[in-house]
């Protein structure tokens, strides 16, 4: 092989390997973070695009959702009660330049936040509220990190608190609070149900009063509900004057 071919074959090579160092793709959910001697000078993609060999480098950045669990988490709750809790949080870069230069490990720095925050956040809140207004603790602990994250590029959409586990003696404790609750909703419902009654009897009483008839009507009827059943019951029908004329002569006192 002649030397002018084996140049022109070594050129051809070099080319190649430097066409190919500078040809970058990246897909719709990535961005190069581009650095010229040292030096950032912005973001680039999705597609196709050519970088300076030698000068250019790139840091490839995923701006896709990603979901990171939070440990559990060893809280003592405002009320001084013991309880472990673990979390889910959801984010994605919005800034690739910000998220490359501002934090050396922005998936990192993002997780260890939340775990500092979830343990402050619930340390401020009392147990009755950890159980009862979940939502509004999940928003709280959203803006919270969102802030400290801002300045990395990194936008927190969602921190939902998965699990809280409470210790056995607090559970049996809540199990005998729920039943103390049901049984007082239970005397209240009773309660209300014999003033009810007493109210209608009362009502009853007042017109059977302005209408003696009523009373005679009502005796025949309930005499005809007994004797439809196979019973040895026997009625004596009293009528209400027989009972007054007694208890009138009973007042009466051998003076009078």
């Known amino acids: 092989m002649s030397s002018g071919l084996f140049g022109l074959v070594l050129a051809i090579v070099v080319v190649m390997s430097l066409f190919s160092s500078s040809v970058r793709v990246l897909r719709e959910y990535e961005r190069g973070v581009i650095f010229r001697l040292g030096r950032v000078i912005g973001a680039k993609g999705p597609g196709l695009f050519f970088l300076i060999p030698v000068v250019d480098r790139m840091v490839r950045v995923s701006l896709r959702t990603i ?3 939070i440990p559990p988490q060893d809280v003592i709750t405002r009320d001084n009660v013991t309880v472990n809790v673990n979390a889910v ?3 994605n870069v919005v800034d690739p330049v910000r998220s490359v230069v501002a934090i050396e490990d922005h998936l990192a ?7 500092t925050t979830l343990r402050s956040v ?3 809140v009392d147990l009755d509220d950890l159980l009862s207004k979940r939502d509004e603790i999940n928003q709280r602990l959203q803006q919270v990190i969102d802030e400290v994250t801002q ?3 990194v936008k927190v959409s969602l921190v939902e608190v998965k ?3 409470l210790p056995e ?3 049996r404790a809540i199990a005998r609070q729920a039943e103390a609750e049901r049984e007082r909703r239970a005397k209240v419902i009773h309660a209300q149900g014999e003033k009810q009654a007493a109210e209608a009897l009362a009502e009853a009483a007042a017109i059977l009063e302005t209408h003696p008839a009523a009373i005679q009507l009502r005796v025949l009827s309930t005499m005809a509900e007994v004797a439809t059943e196979r019973n040895s019951t026997l009625i004596f029908p009293l009528p209400v004057e ?4 007694i208890d009138a002569m009973g007042s009466r006192t051998p003076g009078t």
């Open 67 to 69: 979901t990171r669990e």
């Open 89 to 91: 949080t959801y984010f």
């Open 109 to 115: 720095g993002t997780s260890q936040i939340a775990q």
């Open 122 to 124: 619930l340390g401020q």
């Open 151 to 153: 300045p990395w590029g």
């Open 163 to 165: 699990q809280v586990e």
């Open 169 to 171: 003696t607090m559970r």
């Open 242 to 245: 027989v009972m007054r004329l």
